[in-house]
C-alpha cells in the first residue's frame, strides 16, 4: 500500500523558513522521481518541484527558483522541500506526490500559512 506522508508545516512570518518532509513506503522509492506541489484557495494544484530518483536533477516553479529546494534521502525513503525567504503568495497546502505506473499518489497535505 501506497503511503506518503507529510508533515513540517505551519505559521511562519514572511522572509521566514520552513522545511517540509515526505515519508514514503509501499513502492521502490530509490526508483521514483518525487514532487512536491501546492494549492491555494480557490486555485489549481501547481507543481512546485520534482527531483529524480537518484537526486541528480531537479526543476522547480518560476515564483520559487532561488528560494525553495528539493531533496532527498533515499535510504530514509523521505523527500524534502526546504523553503525560504517564504512569502505571503507562498500561503497553500502542500502536497508528496509519486507518479506511479498505476497512476498519481498524493500524501494527505500540509498547511503553509505565510503571515505577520
Known amino acids: 500500500q501506497v503511503q506518503l506522508v507529510e508533515s513540517g508545516g505551519g505559521l511562519v512570518q514572511p522572509g521566514g523558513s520552513l522545511r517540509l518532509s515526505c515519508a514514503a513506503s509501499?513502492?521502490?522509492?530509490?526508483?521514483?522521481?518525487m514532487s512536491w506541489y501546492r494549492q491555494a484557495p480557490g486555485k489549481e494544484r501547481e507543481r512546485v518541484a520534482t527531483i529524480s530518483p537518484v537526486g541528480d536533477s531537479t526543476a522547480y516553479l518560476d515564483p520559487v527558483k532561488g528560494r525553495f529546494t528539493i531533496s532527498r534521502d533515499n535510504a530514509k525513503n523521505t523527500v524534502y522541500l526546504q523553503m525560504n525567504s517564504l512569502k505571503p503568495e507562498d500561503t497553500a497546502v502542500y502536497y508528496c506526490?509519486?507518479?506511479?505506473?498505476?497512476?498519481?499518489?498524493w500524501g494527505q497535505g500540509t498547511q503553509v500559512t505565510v503571515s505577520s
Open positions: 506526490n509519486v507518479l506511479l505506473g498505476t497512476g498519481n499518489r
Open positions: 509501499g513502492f521502490t522509492f530509490s526508483t521514483s522521481a
